[in-house]
């Protein structure tokens, strides 16, 4: 419950125990999390809520992630809408192979579109009676080093508001002000650009595959995913700075189709109406630590990979479900170490997820060195026919459980 307190000039004050920056999966699952445990917290948003809630992002879910939607009560429709996928196909000109996770390792994956996570998010939030502010503007955090840690910010009315905390949680991606409150004499950064982007697309057909296709091509890269049994998600790799206008669509499905194999084996790429098309640039980035002082940053607010492993949402899950018992700990155990820990804990399965994504990224794209190019086929060769190759790519891929 959030509790107003008085102000000294006309900025409305309210307290709160955990301030969440950032209305997305990473901010609504920790408010759901720490609701659970008797914990107070109001979250604060730069979009409208009609953006959070339409917003394209990722559209896999690691057995985890599943895991502990299922626990927390969010499951259902998950289950009733959501695809569960055994494993994917990697290819590459007149080859094409299925890598089964289940067989491999016993656990699974969904397409279920974070879109459709934040929707079962934001539901319950309102069911509980969440605050949560939407389209906030000038949001800024205020003495993290200290015992009384606060957030400002204008409210869509044009209100100026404060949030007095005892945390401050920052789950507001990779351009919000969490990730810049940490003092530059004590951050560290990790960053690799890639020299290509993808250009992807969203179309309203049925998917031509049963599960996700990985293809290597000597013109670039392609994938083809889906969000639901009559929409599909198709990428394309392209040069970065690639102005998406100048793709037909024509141009587009004849990529795909060179691609992605249509005909081979007798298999085919229906193409359909094309609804949203984007260009995605690709980057790794890691910043540490994870907490100073009274600031956790959790998600993209930490860290960044390329959607080759399919890790964003599912990293920002597994960030949360660290911080929220580590919160539970300090707030109402009366035990800082786990909070201590926080970090640490976290980091080590981010920069696990960043070397699988890089790993994924850097085998599936080309790049027009030639030496590359056979090492590309001499590792997908060997992923596709070992045992211990697919396992470890199912391992990664259908995710570590929580709190490795």
């Given at each position: 419950?959030?509790?107003?307190?008085?102000?000294?000039?006309?900025?409305?004050?309210?307290?709160?125990?955990?301030?969440?920056?950032?209305?997305?999966?990473?901010?609504?699952?920790?408010?759901?999390?720490?609701?659970?445990?008797?914990?107070?917290?109001?979250?604060?948003?730069?979009?409208?809520?009609?953006?959070?809630?339409?917003?394209?992002?990722?559209?896999?879910?690691?057995?985890?992630?599943?895991?502990?939607?299922?626990?927390?009560?969010?499951?259902?429709?998950?289950?009733?809408?959501?695809?569960?996928?055994?494993?994917?196909?990697?290819?590459?000109?007149?080859?094409?192979?299925?890598?089964?996770?289940?067989?491999?390792?016993?656990?699974?994956?969904?397409?279920?579109?974070?879109?459709?996570?934040?929707?079962?998010?934001?539901?319950?939030?309102?069911?509980?009676?969440?605050?949560?502010?939407?389209?906030?503007?000038?949001?800024?955090?205020?003495?993290?080093?200290?015992?009384?840690?606060?957030?400002?910010?204008?409210?869509?009315?044009?209100?100026?508001?404060?949030?007095?905390?005892?945390?401050?949680?920052?789950?507001?991606?990779?351009?919000?002000?969490?990730?810049?409150?940490?003092?530059?004499?004590?951050?560290?950064?990790?960053?690799?650009?890639?020299?290509?982007?993808?250009?992807?697309?969203?179309?309203?057909?049925?998917?031509?595959?049963?599960?996700?296709?990985?293809?290597?091509?000597?013109?670039?890269?392609?994938?083809?995913?889906?969000?639901?049994?009559?929409?599909?998600?198709?990428?394309?790799?392209?040069?970065?700075?690639?102005?998406?206008?100048?793709?037909?669509?024509?141009?587009?499905?004849?990529?795909?189709?060179?691609?992605?194999?249509?005909?081979?084996?007798?298999?085919?790429?229906?193409?359909?109406?094309?609804?949203?098309?984007?260009?995605?640039?690709?980057?790794?980035?890691?910043?540490?630590?994870?907490?100073?002082?009274?600031?956790?940053?959790?998600?993209?607010?930490?860290?960044?990979?390329?959607?080759?492993?399919?890790?964003?949402?599912?990293?920002?899950?597994?960030?949360?479900?660290?911080?929220?018992?580590?919160?539970?700990?300090?707030?109402?155990?009366?035990?800082?170490?786990?909070?201590?820990?926080?970090?640490?804990?976290?980091?080590?399965?981010v920069w696990r997820c960043t070397h699988f994504s890089w790993w994924m990224t850097t085998m599936l794209h080309t790049s027009g060195d030639p030496f590359d190019e056979q090492l590309q086929?001499?590792?997908?060769?060997?992923?596709?026919?070992?045992?211990?190759?697919?396992?470890?790519?199912?391992?990664?891929?259908?995710?570590?459980?929580?709190?490795?």
């Amino acid at each position: 419950m959030v509790v107003p307190g008085a102000a000294s000039d006309c900025t409305a004050r309210m307290r709160t125990e955990v301030a969440i920056i950032g209305g997305g999966p990473a901010g609504l699952l920790l408010s759901h999390l720490l609701s659970a445990e008797g914990i107070d917290s109001v979250i604060i948003e730069a979009r409208s809520q009609e953006y959070v809630l339409s917003r394209i992002r990722a559209g896999i879910l690691e057995h985890s992630t599943v895991e502990l939607l299922d626990q927390i009560g969010l499951g259902r429709r998950l289950h009733a809408e959501g695809h569960e996928h055994r494993g994917i196909y990697l290819q590459w000109p007149e080859e094409r192979h299925h890598i089964d996770f289940v067989d491999h390792v016993g656990r699974s994956v969904w397409v279920y579109g974070q879109t459709e996570v934040t929707k079962d998010l934001v539901a319950a939030r309102e069911r509980d009676g969440q605050e949560i502010y939407y389209e906030a503007s000038d949001t800024a955090v205020h003495d993290i080093d200290s015992d009384a840690p606060y957030v400002t910010f204008t409210d869509s009315a044009g209100r100026p508001q404060r949030v007095d905390a005892v945390v401050i949680a920052g789950c507001d991606g990779s351009f919000g002000p969490s990730r810049a409150a940490v003092p530059d004499a004590v951050r560290h950064t990790w960053e690799r650009v890639y020299p290509y982007s993808w250009l992807g697309i969203l179309a309203d057909v049925a998917p031509s595959t049963d599960e996700l296709i990985y293809a290597w091509h000597p013109d670039g890269f392609a994938m083809h995913s889906m969000r639901s049994d009559t929409v599909s998600r198709l990428y394309l790799q392209v040069p970065n700075g690639t102005d998406v206008t100048t793709w037909s669509d024509d141009q587009i499905w004849d990529s795909l189709a060179t691609r992605l194999g249509h005909g081979q084996d007798g298999w085919t790429l229906n193409p359909g109406p094309i609804t949203d098309r984007s260009v995605l640039p690709m980057r790794s980035y890691v910043q540490t630590p994870m907490r100073h002082g009274a600031l956790f940053l959790a998600g993209d607010a930490a860290h960044t990979v390329p959607p080759t492993g399919a890790k964003g949402l599912n990293l920002a899950v597994a960030d949360v479900a660290a911080l929220a018992p580590a919160l539970t700990a300090l707030l109402r155990g009366n035990n800082p170490k786990p909070a201590a820990s926080y970090s640490d804990v976290a980091l080590r399965r981010v920069w696990r997820c960043t070397h699988f994504s890089w790993w994924m990224t850097t085998m599936l794209h080309t790049s027009g060195d030639p030496f590359d190019e056979q090492l590309q086929l001499s590792q997908l060769r060997w992923v596709a026919t070992s045992d211990a190759g697919a396992a470890g790519l199912a391992e990664n891929y259908a995710g570590l459980p929580i709190g490795f």
